[in-house]
């Protein structure tokens, strides 16, 4: 148990804002150019060697949430997906 108390720690990726403002060298100024920071961002994502590892590992890590928090955001965004109509091409779904 650390001291902040009963709670298990995790480690993510930096959020794609934060990344944005790092990145002096592409702005976003059109379509081009926010494909571009997120094919970047998209690469150091998955080389990013501390997301999803134990806090406790990497104390001077910057992005850190509480692990039952990330589980619950994937459950919501999972079952968010459950409602979009586009996940189901062969509903035929309108309004009036």
């Not at 920071?37 to 994502?45: G, N, P, Q, T, W």
């Not at 134990?54 to 079952?79: F, G, Q």
Request: proline letters at 6%; a negative charge; glycine letters at 2%.
């Amino acid at each position: 148990m650390n001291s902040i108390g009963p709670y298990e720690y995790t480690c993510v990726t930096q959020p794609f804002w934060d990344y944005t403002e790092q990145r002096t060298d592409l702005r976003i100024s059109d379509d081009d150019d926010h494909r571009k920071l997120r094919i970047a961002y998209s690469k150091m994502v998955k080389k990013e060697p501390a997301a999803w590892t134990p806090a406790a590992k990497h104390p001077d890590r910057k992005w850190v949430m509480m692990k039952e928090a990330c589980l619950r955001i994937d459950s919501i965004e999972r079952r968010s997906s459950y409602c979009d109509d586009d996940n189901f091409p062969t509903m035929s779904l309108y309004t009036d």
